[in-house]
T-cell receptor, first 112, second 112 residues
Framework: NAGVTQTPKFRVLKTGQSMTLLCAQD?????MYWYRQDPGMGLRLIHY???????AKGEVPDGYNVSRLKKQNFLLGLESAAPSQTSVYFC???????????FGPGTRLLVL | GNSVTQMEGPVTLSEEAFLTINCTYT??????LFWYVQYPGEGLQLLLK?????DKGSNKGFEATYRKETTSFHLEKGSVQVSDSAVYFC???????????FGTGTSLTVIP
């Protein structure tokens, strides 16, 4: 039981490049979330999904897209990376919206 | 709206000192309340939670009581250890809507 895993752990991009962050969970959770963590700002919700094939915007969705084609996977895409997207990205999943969230180990992204 | 406010850090304590990290919330409904801990280089993990008024969550010597009258969920520990050095996040979720709301985090450093 691996819990929540994230790929890659670290990435450096040049401005304008694209990439996809992968989140996978093996707990059969319906809800999945993508957050970014920046110094002094805590966690900010980018997008979330309440089930396979569904996605919704969070607090800071601009510049990101997501897909949930399979229940266990939640992908976060950056189409044209900007330095403002330099951050640590966390994925989380939960069975229902009132229960404990389980977090992945994070992806550090540096955009030059 | 829904939000969580927690005391700003960083907090530095000597080993065996008493810890309090304040957390207050604003919620449009009846929330569940959580404390998460983030150790250096890791994702967040649940420390404790409470789902209704006057509930006390506890784990690893940490405690927090859900106080509806003061809309608070303060984290306490009677005697901190060096291994408690981490960032602590207060969070809430509602049974309406699908999001979690996090505070900005409080960094704790415990010195021997």
């Amino acid at each position: 039981n691996a819990g929540v895993t994230q790929t890659p752990k670290f990435r450096v991009l040049k401005t304008g490049q694209s990439m996809t962050l992968l989140c996978a969970q093996d707990m059969n959770h319906e809800y999945m979330y993508w957050y970014r963590q920046d110094p002094g700002m805590g966690l900010r919700l980018i997008h979330y999904s309440v089930g396979e094939g569904t996605t919704a915007k969070g607090e800071v969705p601009d510049g990101y897209n997501v897909s949930r084609l399979k229940k266990q996977n939640f992908l976060l895409g950056l189409e044209s990376a900007a330095p403002s997207q330099t951050s640590v990205y966390f994925c989380a999943s939960t069975r229902t919206s009132r229960e404990t969230q389980y977090f992945g180990p994070g992806t550090r992204l540096l955009v030059l | 709206g829904n939000s969580v406010t927690q005391m700003e850090g960083p907090v530095t304590l000597s080993e065996e000192a008493f810890l309090t990290i304040n957390c207050t919330y604003t919620a449009t409904g009846y929330p569940s309340l959580f404390w998460y801990v983030q150790y250096p280089g890791e994702g967040l993990q649940l420390l404790l939670k409470a789902t209704k008024a006057d509930d006390k969550g506890s784990n690893k010597g940490f405690e927090a009581t859900y106080r509806k009258e003061t809309t608070s969920f303060h984290l306490e520990k009677g005697s901190v250890q060096v291994s408690d050095s981490a960032v602590y996040f207060c969070a809430l979720s509602l049974n309406t809507g699908n999001q979690f709301y996090f505070g900005t985090g409080t960094s704790l450093t415990v010195i021997p």
